[in-house]
């Protein structure tokens, strides 16, 4: 157990025995089965994943269902949700910005803390708000990044926040212009 | 409180506010032992203490009229200084209860609130408002009532929902911070809202921190100190525009730097409120030069000896490591060893 601080500690994907029905997102081609636990085959099992393809794919009888892209899923999950009863357990499973997508989509719904399930999967790459002009900038994957909407080089501090599904970026060379430290992939 | 306050100051730009000898007198200076470490050292806000600073539950001083401005000015750039997620309302109006019955109790002559039933009257005579409102109703003020009050008293205040064993950061005025953004933390929890602090989460701070304030009862506010460095005395260091002040860290020189480096203290006081039963978190900040600190012989020679001691991540955290040399090279030649005073008291009542 690590140091309990602004980053979430996520768990490896399990049914929750006290569900009616259970809905499983990514945001990744196909569940990753390394950080899953659970039996799959079951018949109340819904799982969504994201192709990134335009024609998308139908629904197959095995409620497996592929959506053209994260905004995509993240649109129809809350239409989904505003028509679900209770006993659905949601889980997330994909980059962090993702689960934090679908938690904040969940919790508009009405679905409660103890409802929604996330895993860690695939990229550790980072969503990066940028301090200075409020854009939010995807997919970081080193100590630094370059916000797209003001041009500021970001030091992504090791800070998350939940309600924004995004770590903080402050910039970087603020003090003395041009001084910034070696860029390294730490996200990857 | 005999105060007199200064018309008009400013905390950017030219940057003219001064200390006058009667404020430096009554700074809160935060550091009882020549060592520091971070510790819970919470205690309760009760009237009285080292300095006058202490006599207040929401203190006042000489700056009040440019603090406020300086608010408003920031406020203009960035509306998004001041939030409150919406199930706070009860705790708004505890806010400005709270603040109104205290600043009036403590400062009859700047301010006076005068109630019949629910309509009350505020009177803030050094910013000559007069505004008469409904108690309860927020569209009877023109801002809605955390904002309303909280431009009007120094110091950054947050509202700290109490639910699931925890504290949430549901609401906030953080337009004076050191480094930290209302617009990223609200909303978090209490320990996650501490993240980026160094140091303190391994000494288990964060944990005795959060299980004394889950305690925290009405009618028995506590406080505490917490300081840091800040170039000029400018009130809005934030990240928001730490590309408009970070450029100064670097103007530091060993010839200007008594005149511009300035110790930031917090006096940060926690209240639990009635109706909401949420906690309201003052942060009343104070500045001061380093040519201004040194005047008290006592705060001087401390100050040294706990800059030269400092552990290298705090040092870190603070921003310091660009200038801290120069302030000890500054403090070092004022301090002859002796042995000080525990506590913060300045041990001596004129400069």
Not at chain 2, 206 to 218: E, I, K, M, T, V
């Amino acid at each position: 157990m690590g140091l309990n601080k602004s980053r979430p500690i996520y768990e490896k994907l399990r049914i929750d025995p006290q569900g009616r029905a259970h809905l499983i997102v990514t945001d990744l081609e196909a569940l990753p089965q390394d950080t899953i636990e659970a039996n799959l085959a079951l018949s109340n099992i819904e799982i969504w994943v994201v192709a990134r393809i335009a024609r998308g794919i139908a629904a197959s009888p095995s409620g497996s269902r592929a959506f053209r892209s994260v905004a995509d899923l993240l649109s129809h999950l809350s239409f989904h949700l505003a028509r679900e009863p209770v006993g659905l357990r949601l889980y997330a499973a994909g980059t962090e910005a993702f689960l934090w997508d679908v938690a904040n989509t969940a919790r508009a719904a009405g679905l409660g803390k103890d409802e929604i399930f996330l895993t860690q999967a695939g990229s550790l790459r980072r969503r990066v708000y940028c301090t200075h002009c409020k854009s939010m900038n995807e997919d970081a994957v080193a100590n630094i990044a370059t916000c797209r909407a003001c041009g500021a080089r970001l030091f992504v501090r090791d800070h998350f926040s939940r309600r924004l599904a995004a770590f903080m970026g402050v910039m970087v060379d603020a003090e003395v212009p041009n001084e910034i430290p070696e860029i390294e992939v730490i996200y990857p | 409180m005999n105060i007199t306050l200064k018309p008009t100051e400013t905390f950017r730009g030219d940057f003219s506010t001064r200390n006058s000898d009667a404020a430096i007198l009554r700074f809160p200076f935060p550091f009882p032992e020549d060592v520091y470490m971070y510790a819970v050292n919470i205690e309760p806000h009760v009237p009285g203490g080292p300095t006058e600073a202490f006599t207040a539950a929401f203190d006042i001083d000489e700056h009040y009229i440019g603090e406020c401005h300086d608010r408003a000015l920031t406020l203009i750039d960035d509306p998004a200084r001041c939030q409150v997620l919406p199930h706070m309302m009860e705790a708004e109006w505890d806010t400005l209860e709270l603040l109104m019955e205290s600043l009036a109790k403590d400062y009859p002559t700047l301010f006076t609130l005068t109630k019949d039933g629910d309509i009350w009257r505020w009177q803030n005579h050094p910013l000559g408002i007069d505004q008469t409102f409904s108690f309860g109703q927020p569209e009877t003020l023109p801002y809605p009532p955390f904002e309303y009050i909280t431009r009007q008293v120094q110091g950054d205040f947050t509202i700290q929902d109490h639910r699931d064993n925890n504290l949430y950061m549901d609401g906030g005025m953080v337009t004076s911070q050191a480094d930290w953004s209302l617009n990223f933390d609200l909303g978090m929890s209490f320990h996650e809202w501490h993240g980026p602090v160094p140091v303190a989460h391994e000494l288990g701070v964060f944990d005795r921190a959060l299980a004394y304030l889950l305690r925290l009862q009405y009618g028995k506010p506590v406080r505490r100190l917490n300081w840091t460095l800040t170039v000029n005395p400018r009130l809005d260091t934030s990240p928001e525009n730490y590309p408009l002040w970070g450029p100064d860290k670097a103007t530091i020189t060993p010839e200007n730097i008594r005149e511009k480096m300035c110790l930031r203290v917090e006096l940060q006081t926690l209240t639990r409120l009635p109706r909401s039963n949420a906690i309201l978190f003052g942060i009343r900040g104070y500045l001061i030069r380093l040519e201004e600190l040194v005047r008290v012989k006592k705060y001087a020679k401390r100050m040294h000896r706990v800059l030269r001691d400092l552990h290298p991540e705090i040092v870190e955290y603070k921003g310091m490591p660009r200038y801290r040399q120069m302030i000890i090279d500054y403090l070092a030649p004022f301090d002859d060893g002796e042995i000080l005073s525990s506590g913060t008291q300045p041990d001596q009542t004129s400069l």
